[in-house]
Nanobody, 121 residues
Framework: QVQLVESGGGLVQPGGSLRLSCAAS????????MGWYRQSPGKQRELVAI???????NYADSVKGRFTVSRDNARTMVWLQMDSLKPEDTAVYYC???????????????WGQGTQVTVSA
């Protein structure tokens, strides 16, 4: 089994910062793409930022220049530094990791339980 545990969400004022953390554990042979998605009420889950094991990143246009994704391959952790937060960033943020549990297995996607980020005055 693979588990992803997020932390770091909360309430912050517009213009403030938060740092989300995600730790992957369990039977992980290798992790490829890791990253963050978010979902607001009434909206579909959307990509926020992802990072490959080689360090290549991809960001949603709405967060470019404000959010930074990073990872530690040895500890299978990924972070999301969120600066200059706006009310429209309010959502549940989910960590996702594409992993293989053995050298013979296929890649499979795993999700965390989500952490609430609320940006409000």
């Amino acid at each position: 089994q693979v588990q992803l545990v997020e932390s770091g969400g909360g309430l912050v004022q517009p213009g403030g910062s938060l740092r989300l953390s995600c730790a992957a554990s369990g039977s992980i042979f290798r992790a490829n793409v890791m990253g963050w998605y978010r979902q607001s009420p009434g909206k579909q889950r959307e990509l926020v930022a992802i990072i490959t094991s080689g360090g290549t990143t991809n960001y949603a246009d709405s967060v470019k220049g404000r959010f930074t994704v990073s990872r530690d391959n040895a500890r299978t952790m990924v972070w999301l530094q969120m600066d200059s937060l706006k009310p429209e960033d309010t959502a549940v943020y989910y960590c996702k990791a594409d992993v293989r549990i053995s050298s013979a297995s296929n890649w499979s996607a795993h999700w965390g339980q989500g952490t609430q980020v609320t940006v409000s005055a």
